[in-house]
């Protein structure tokens, strides 16, 4: 993965200005066309030429960073209420609406046009905690990990389009058999054991390590979005998915929100289903590559 450990860079504002000049819709093609090499912010443009800010993953082929979450704002699940009446809740997995900076995506949500935009094969994924500097992210990220086999092809390069296909939303099929896809995943940063002991030791007995899976269904028919470095083998699945639809069933409304059950048996105490403090304290970030 080439140079991934080198020391982070402060651009300058020179260099920030420069780079407002360009103009591409990715971060590969900053890197192919303008030969950008660092890792760190950068302009991109949509193809109906909405121009925003983005950091750029530049070791991992070029990855654009276009999703982050943290512990405040529920806009990956329901920001209002735990609803049967609201099957989708914000629907912000599949729709074009953004919100949050770049420079604040440690601290609250974030998504960027990129999300829809850009055509993908590949994602890559930093878990970095929470009020980090953008400069330091790779560095201080707590797991790192890419897909290699190029899946976004088979969703139409990119997750808005993957979860048109395979919609966030209660009731839309059974845990395990309407499960959307499980990629496997390689690991830059930790292991197949060290991503999945992120979650509770009860959650242990129900996940394999080395994956990252989409649109899993828990055994109440609630759609949870994205399970970071595993693969669900059970429909407890609000303790190691995040992310989701506007209804929770199960012990109303407790499993709604971004994080889910993920604090099941207290915050962070990382025993029965409750994952660990330092992954309820990270954010998220994906990368298309
Ligand atoms: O998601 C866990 C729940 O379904 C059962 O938990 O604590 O009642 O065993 P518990
Ligand atoms: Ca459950």
């Known amino acids: 993965m080439g140079s991934r450990a080198s020391a982070p860079k402060v651009v300058t504002v020179n260099e920030l200005r420069n780079r407002a000049q360009f103009n591409a819709r990715s971060c590969k093609e900053v890197k192919d ?44 699940t329901s920001q209002q209420g735990n609803n049967a009446n609201w099957p989708q809740g914000e629907g912000n997995w599949a729709n074009r609406k953004t919100f949050g900076t770049v420079k604040a995506a440690t601290d609250d949500d974030f998504k960027n046009p990129g999300y829809y935009d850009i055509e993908a094969e590949d994602m890559s994924v930093w878990h970095v905690p929470n009020n980090t500097p953008v400069n330091h992210w790779n560095l201080a990220a707590i797991m790192r990990y ?49 991503t999945k002991n992120v979650y509770g030791p009860y959650s242990g007995g129900e996940i394999e390590g080395g994956f990252i899976s989409f649109r899993d269904i828990n055994h109440e028919r609630s759609a ?66």
């Not at 976004?152 to 296909?165: A, D, E, K, P, V």
């Open 146 to 194: 890419h897909t290699d086999r190029r899946f976004l092809h088979l969703y139409r390069g990119n997750l808005y389009q993957l979860f048109h296909s395979y919609p966030v939303e209660y009731n839309v099929g059974a845990h395990l058999s309407n499960n959307g896809p499980s990629i496997p995943i390689v690991d830059d940063l930790g292991d197949k054991e060290s």
């Open 33 to 76: 066309k303008y030969g950008q090499t660092e890792n760190g912010l950068y302009y991109l443009t949509t193809a109906s030429g909405v121009v925003y800010k983005t950091f750029c993953d530049m070791t991992t082929a070029g990855g654009n960073n276009i999703y982050g979450k943290c512990t405040v704002g529920d806009r990956w």
């Open 224 to 289: 949870t979005a994205i399970c970071f470095g595993v693969k669900p083998k059970s429909g407890n699945v609000e303790h190691y998915c995040i992310g989701g639809c506007g209804f929770f069933h199960e012990a109303n409304p407790l499993q709604c929100g971004d994080f889910t059950g993920f604090a099941w048996n207290g915050y962070g105490t990382h025993i029965g289903f409750s994952a660990s403090k330092q992954t309820l304290e990270s954010a998220v970030f994906l990368f298309y590559c």
